[in-house]
Structure formats: C-alpha cells, structure tokens
C-alpha cells in the first residue's frame, strides 16, 4: 500500500490531468478481478472499476488530481518525491486524496482474498478533476449516465479528508451547497476634484457590504451549521489617484445548508440591490446543492466499523466544503464521507501519518465486511 502510494506521489497529476495514476491503479484492480473501464469526457479522464454479479452497490469514490504546490522551495522534502520522515509521508496529494485510494485498494485486496462471498457489486470510481472546475464534465457526467441506465450506487464511501484531530474522529455525513456570483457595479467615472460630475461605485459598494455582513441568511439545523456568506475578491480603480472609477467588480460566495435554497438566496441577494438602487451586473455560479444522508444503515455501518477498529465513535456532521458526493446525491444513495486527517491539505508540507493510514485501510476493509455480512 505504501509502495502504491509513493509512486501515485510521485506523479504530478495537477487537476484537470491524471498523468499516469489510473494506469497504477488499473493494474493493481485488474489483477484482483475488478473489470475496469476509462471513461473521458472533454479533458478529463476518469476510471470506474467493479466486480460482482448480484445485489445492490457500493461504490468508494475518489479522484488523482492534486491542487499546485507553491513555492517549492518552502516545502521540507520536494513535493512530488514522496518522502518517508520517521512515521509522516510527505507530499502533495497525499492527504486529499491518495493516501485514501490507495487504503481502499488495499482494502479490497483483503476483503476479496479472504474466504467471504461477495454479497454486493463493489465499485471504485475515480476521476482526475475533483479540485478543478465541475463545468469541464466528469463525475456529473458519469452519474447521469448511470441514472440513464438504471444503474444506481446504493452506498458510497468519499475518501475525503474528513477525520480532524486524529483519524476518524470526524465523518461527513452532507455537504453545504456552494452558490457562487460575480457582481459589477456601475458608476461614472471622472475626477476626484469634481465629485458632482462623477458615481463613485467604490462608495456605492459599502452599504451593500455592510448589509450583506449582517444578514442572517438562515440558522442552520441539526446537521448544518448557518448558510454563510463571503467576500473573495473586489476589485475596482483606474490605478491613477485623482481617478474615480466607473465601475467595481465583486466575487462573493455562498455556502449554504438545507434551510435555504439557490432560488432564495438568489432572491434576497438582488433584492439588496434593488434596494439601494444599484445599476449593476450579475452572473450567478451555482456549484453544488447541499445534500444529507438522512437513513441510518450506512452511517450505523461505518460508525460501527470505526468502533470496532479505533474504539471510538466518529462525529458526524456536514462541515467542509463541497465534494462530489454532491452529484452522487442525484440516486439518493447513502453517502458517507471519511478519509485522513485534514490539517495539511492544500497547504505546503502536506503529509499523512503512516500509522493512521492503516488504520483508515483496517476501517475500510470492517465497512466492507460489515455491510457483506449485513446482506
């Protein structure tokens, strides 16, 4: 397994591109049985293995594209060199998300050597554009398709990186929504000596900031903390200093749970800017609904499993940002989200514990014994 691993780190798959990760784990699936097929749309390329005759399916879902380094000069070891320090594997990607598809590769070669009969299709899906744009077609695409064919994923494991302090302690259970917008607002331009003659947009801006920073958009629920609202970027100005500017542009964010929706957050938002009389432009992004997984059975079996391995139970609940669990939420399939600790992700150093990792490979080969034995 960490053989596997090192070499997927050493690949410098930056999302929307594989470079080579699929053909790693092709082989390693096909020799244990799976039937693996590569489906690519556009510039994205993914790949979706299984194996079983009968029964419902449980699928992991996982991708192989990483976000950029930075400045590699600050990070302790290279990042793509995979580097073994005492009990710490360090490398981009590692955390979210090889470490995870390399735990659950292994953890199918166990579940599948040992002497139980498969009792359910088992599924790995995997794309190479999880942290890029979902407008490029991948893992939406593919559930579409499989909705089309009435083939649908019953039980989904994301190997996100959900575990906080210590691994699994922490599994998501839903995700917020992300709606996303880019707003202009237009003023006349002019000199600053001559204020009558010009609309500052600059000024126009500020009470809408300030009403937006106040706003309670909901309060949240049992499993979803308030819907929030975030500034990303403003941008405005001529780049001279006696210049007012004709126009401001803004890029805000929404993240939302279930108790509002993209048509009421979208109705309130330009309702603000009716309000102050704004002459404006918006072009809404919608990148993902919330979605929670209400039923029990799945979320019991892996809680169980994790207290069986671990000795403690997980919190659940639906913090982080948006996965694709998202687009498997469309066969209203029973997602549960677990994976490494989250602490380093995206950041320089990234890195896993390899005393943690399997442990997370124990967990997820118990879920599959778990749920083979629960049919």
């Known amino acids: 397994m960490i053989e596997l691993l090192q070499n997927l780190l050493k690949i410098k798959s930056i999302s929307p591109n594989d470079m080579g990760c699929f053909d790693l784990i092709e082989k390693e699936l096909i020799e244990i049985g799976f039937n693996c097929e590569r489906i690519n749309y556009l510039n994205v390329e993914n790949l979706y293995a299984t194996t079983g005759n009968s029964g419902k399916l449980f699928c992991f879902l996982g991708h192989t594209d990483v976000v950029p380094t930075g400045p590699e000069e600050k990070w302790k070891y290279p990042p793509f060199s995979a580097t073994i320090d005492g009990d710490i594997l360090y490398g981009r990607g590692t955390a979210d998300m090889k470490a995870s598809v390399a735990a659950f590769i292994e953890s199918a070669k166990e579940f599948i050597n040992s002497s139980e009969k498969l009792n359910f299709n088992l599924g790995i899906l995997i794309t190479s554009n999880e942290e890029g744009t979902s407008k490029d077609g991948f893992i939406d695409k593919i559930i579409e398709d499989m909705i089309k064919n009435d083939e649908i994923i019953d039980f989904c494991l994301v190997g996100e990186p959900t575990s906080s302090e210590k691994v699994a302690d922490c599994v998501r259970v839903g995700r917020r929504g992300s709606l996303g917008g880019n707003l202009k607002i237009y003023g006349k331009q002019g000199h600053v000596a001559y204020p009558e003659?010009?609309?500052?947009?600059?000024?126009?801006?500020?009470?809408?900031?300030s009403k937006l920073n106040n706003k309670i958009w909901d309060n949240g629920n049992n499993a979803f903390d308030p819907t929030s609202f975030q500034i990303s970027n403003i941008s405005s100005g001529t780049g001279a200093h006696n210049v007012v500017p004709g126009e401001l542009e803004l890029t805000f964010n929404f993240r939302f749970s279930t108790e509002s929706s993209e048509k009421s957050l979208k109705k309130e938002f330009e309702s603000m800017l009716k309000e102050l009389k704004l002459n404006y432009d918006l072009v809404w992004d919608l990148n993902g609904n919330p979605y929670y997984t209400k039923d029990n059975f799945f979320k019991d079996i892996v809680a169980n499993s994790i207290k069986e391995i671990t000795g403690y139970t997980p919190e659940q609940n639906a913090k982080g940002g948006?996965?694709?669990?998202?687009?498997?939420?469309?066969?209203?399939?029973?997602?549960?989200?677990?994976?490494?600790?989250?602490?380093?992700?995206?950041?320089?150093?990234?890195?896993?514990?390899?005393?943690?990792?399997?442990?997370?490979?124990?967990?997820?080969?118990?879920?599959?014994?778990?749920?083979?034995?629960?049919?």
Request: hydrophobic share 40%; proline share 3%.
């Open 322 to 375: 948006t996965s694709d669990g998202r687009f498997v939420a469309k066969m209203n399939t029973e997602i549960v989200e677990l994976g490494p600790v989250n602490q380093s992700i995206h950041q320089i150093d990234e890195h896993v514990k390899i005393s943690e990792l399997w442990t997370l490979k124990n967990i997820y080969t118990k879920i599959l014994k778990n749920l083979n034995q629960a049919f």
């Open 197 to 209: 003659k010009v609309i500052n947009p600059i000024l126009l801006s500020g009470d809408l900031i």
